[in-house]
């Protein structure tokens, strides 16, 4: 089945203990994103990927970290998380090119305390 | 800059009824693709449909229908004899090669029984 899996859905954690969100996707596709959603804003680009080693700022990167060591994996992370990334992620995948939609996975609720 | 507003925060409606839900956007782009997707309760982000920028026929897909007005720059929705089932949370997107999404705040409907 084809799908971005996001793990874990839940986390909480306090401020400033470095975290890891991961991403997979098993689509072959090239671009992979983050995008986070909060009440009111709808959902806004972190980072992106066109492919392995490139990727780019999107919107609100501030306070993230990515990398695209493979194809189907784009991890997200948090070196010094704040309350106000406190946020619902998704992670994105598409295969590129115009207008091709975009496959999210499930979503990773995100409080930090 | 690309921008997507969906001014309707949040809609009540009572099942059966139709109901529409608007999307305006701005972008210079020529070329662009333009998106719904709905996240019911459960939280994750389905695929409803994309239009280009060059095909300005209107699409019915069952109980859903489109309306893509490029000279108001408007992408409606409607919902025609709404169910329960129809709950959730609608986003209206914009993109022009997939690497980043644009996204309006969504907007929240309520199918009342």
């Known amino acids: 089945e084809a799908q971005v899996t996001q793990n874990p859905r839940y986390l909480i954690t306090v401020t400033g203990k470095k975290l890891t969100v991961t991403c997979s996707q098993n689509?072959?596709?090239?671009?992979m994103s983050w995008y986070r959603q909060d009440p009111g804003l709808g959902l806004r680009q972190i980072y992106y990927?066109?492919?392995?080693?490139?990727?780019d700022k999107g919107d609100v990167p501030e306070g993230y970290k990515v990398s695209r060591k493979e194809k189907r994996n784009f991890p997200l992370i948090l070196e010094s998380p704040s309350p106000n990334q406190t946020s619902l992620y998704f992670c994105?995948?598409?295969?590129?090119?115009?207008?091709?939609?975009?496959?999210f996975g499930q979503g990773t609720r995100l409080t930090v305390v | 800059a690309q921008k997507v507003t969906q001014a309707q925060t949040e809609i009540s409606v009572v099942e059966k009824e139709d109901v529409t839900l608007d999307c305006v956007y701005e972008?210079?782009?020529?070329?662009?693709?333009l998106f719904w997707y709905k996240q019911p309760p459960s939280g994750e982000l389905v695929f409803l449909i994309r239009?280009?920028?060059?095909?300005?026929q209107n699409e019915i897909s069952g109980r859903y229908s489109w309306n893509f007005q490029k000279s108001t720059s408007s992408f409606n929705f409607t919902i025609t004899a709404s169910q329960v089932v129809d709950s959730a949370v609608y986003f209206c997107?914009?993109?022009?090669?997939?690497?980043?999404?644009?996204f309006g705040p969504g907007t929240r409907l309520s199918v009342l029984p």
């Open positions: 994105a995948s598409n295969q590129g090119g115009l207008g091709t939609e975009a496959f």
């Open positions: 689509m072959n596709h090239e671009y």
């Open positions: 990927s066109m492919n392995v080693e490139v990727t």
């Open positions: 972008t210079r782009d020529t070329t662009y693709y």
């Open positions: 239009r280009n920028s060059f095909d300005e």
């Open positions: 997107a914009l993109t022009y090669y997939g690497q980043n999404f644009v």
